[in-house]
């Protein structure tokens, strides 16, 4: 049979592995971390949990295809439920918004809210759902380089109906039209930074994300997110998938232009193809420092990062469920701090997770695991040490406005990450949580293919390259590879 080298253990290199496992390779993982997951991490601190990485999943079922792919039932290995609140969202002024994932329970509690006319959510919802159902196929499903994706009947259909795709509108533009309340431009602006851009930059195309969240759900595993890293690694390792962990590799070997195995200190890897999972940035300052560099691609810029604090909470607060959003007083000007200044705003959006709430023994009884996490720029060398200073403050601030309280007296463990750390850890250029941003109308075309245009058996797949950052997307990009592997 054929093998396989697959550089890091990230979401995309476990799922690349299962599914070249299930085509007869023999797959080996080389992993830099001791661990795997490589964002998809979990830490542990005096009895709480925390997830380190993502908190929000949706589309469990390309987890789940992972499983019926090698024959297994997913059910008895991956357990997750339906979220019936997808984020309790908290302004300034007292207002409070639960999202509940039935659409027309959401767009009640607007109306209640807000004065909103139901209509105007409900329409915007149909919107994403058609935006998703145009382009979902085209450019998450399929390579963007093959001639294929642009000629088949579904890209026809497209074509035609361009002007309702969002392309020539921004998504804070297209929002602004659609709804009357400034509330509820600012909750359907805040999915851009789902994939870290910047609603007044990007597309409205983006519009397709809420569609995940209201039409196809939310869900949390039930053992915390983490449990998606450790039942993709314990099945491939069922499948025969090997893994080294503690070797970084160097260098991808290449012979007439074929790669041919990989180096990592004094050892040498060979395979007939080699998958590379690492950021695609710094695998070309790295791994790939001898051939071709892609160089229009590596200059486009990078998605926002974060700042997350994982604070062990000794005290329980009812009014807040497993998301929960304390949003800015301005938008805008967040944004501009973010993606203009590159810079963190003095009145940060706080995004707070709370596993204990659906998990219990994420926490002490009567305690509370808050995974803390305001959006930041990418990681340019800011005085990140002075920054985090001062947003920690401002965080604090806000959260004791908001809930009434004084939560610096409930801290009983803190933890942090933050840009430097995020680049450190996974090697992700600049600290950006999703490869490269969104923000232009084009970004679609400036990702890495998930091959190589000039060295054979070398290909792609993760966050930094087609389709795009975000478990679903990573774990699309492992399947292009996979069937472009053969
Ligand atoms: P990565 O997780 O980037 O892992 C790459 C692996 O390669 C690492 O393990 C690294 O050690 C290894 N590696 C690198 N270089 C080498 C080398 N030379 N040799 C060997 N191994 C190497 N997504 C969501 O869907 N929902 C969310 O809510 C969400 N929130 C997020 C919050 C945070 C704080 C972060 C950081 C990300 C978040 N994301 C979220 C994004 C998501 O985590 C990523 O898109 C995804 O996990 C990236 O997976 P990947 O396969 O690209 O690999």
Redesign the pocket.
Known sequence: GKSAVI?????????TAIRLANKGYQVKV????S??????GKMSCKGYRFD???????LPQLVDELFILSGRNPQSHFEYSRLAVNCHYFWEDGTRIKAYSDPGRFAREVHDKLGEPEDNILTALRNSAFIYKRLSPLFMHRSLHQWQTWTNAHALKSYFQIGKLGIFDTMNGANKKRFGHPKLVQLFNRYAT?NGSDPYQTPATLNIIPHLEYNMGAYFPKKG?HDITLSLFELAKSLGVSFNFG????RVIVNNRKATGVM?GLNSYEADIIVN???MV??YK??LKDQKQPTTLLKQPKSS??L?FYWGISKKFAELDLHNIFFSNDYEEEFRYIFHEGSVYSDPTIYV?ITSVYKEDDAPPGCMNWFT?INVPNNTGQDWDLLIKEARKAIIAKINRILETDIEQFIETEDL?EPRT?ES????AM?A???NSSNSRLAAFLRHANYSFHIKNLYF????VHP???????LL??KIVSEMAG
């Open positions: 550089i890091g253990s990230g979401i995309a290199g476990l799922a080389l992993e830099a971390n661990y795997p997951g490589g964002k998809l380190t990485g993502p908190s929000l999943f949706t789902y997110m070797v970084k590799v160097d990592a999972n690492m950021d710094n695998a790295t791994i990062s974060a997350i997770n996490m990450l995020i850890k996974t090697s992700s600290g949580l999703y490869g797949c993760g966050g930094s795009g950052g975000g478990i679903p997307l990573c990009s492992a």
